[in-house]
């Protein structure tokens, strides 16, 4: 019993000092990236988000290799306006499409306030 309790000792200790290791090695990865607040500093709201989001252009497209038909971004395009969410891999643009969700959500909030306040004027 009492190598028990030793070993699950060992195994929080271990993992207390993984888990910061972890945390670091995974900032802003792919896949569930921590967003936690400690790990970031200069945090500003997202200003004109949907002037910025009315900017990017939905395309349809076909891929060249696989004549594929599909739906997205083009990463010259979401690079003028978010050139944070663009990366290059040897040579290709890529768009981490996940961030994208921070100005959609701050332009719904923009959206919400234009309607609250036509509302407002429409029942007076």
């Known amino acids: 019993m009492k190598f028990g309790i030793n070993k699950a000792l060992f195994a929080v200790s271990l993992a207390a000092l993984t888990v910061p290791a972890i945390a670091t ?21 997202l200003g004109q988000a949907t002037q910025k989001v009315l900017q990017l252009r939905g395309v349809e497209f076909k891929w060249n290799d696989s004549g594929r038909e599909d739906v997205g971004l083009v990463a010259q395009n979401v690079n003028d306006v978010f050139p944070q969410l663009v990366h290059k891999n040897q040579g290709v643009m890529t768009v ?29």
């Open 96 to 124: 981490d499409y996940e961030k994208l969700v921070a100005p959609l959500i701050e332009s719904v909030r923009e959206l919400n306030a234009r309607i609250e306040v036509l509302e407002k004027t429409k029942s007076h």
């Open 25 to 45: 090695a995974d900032v802003g990865q792919k896949c569930c990236p921590f967003s936690d607040e400690s790990l970031k500093h200069s945090v500003q709201p």
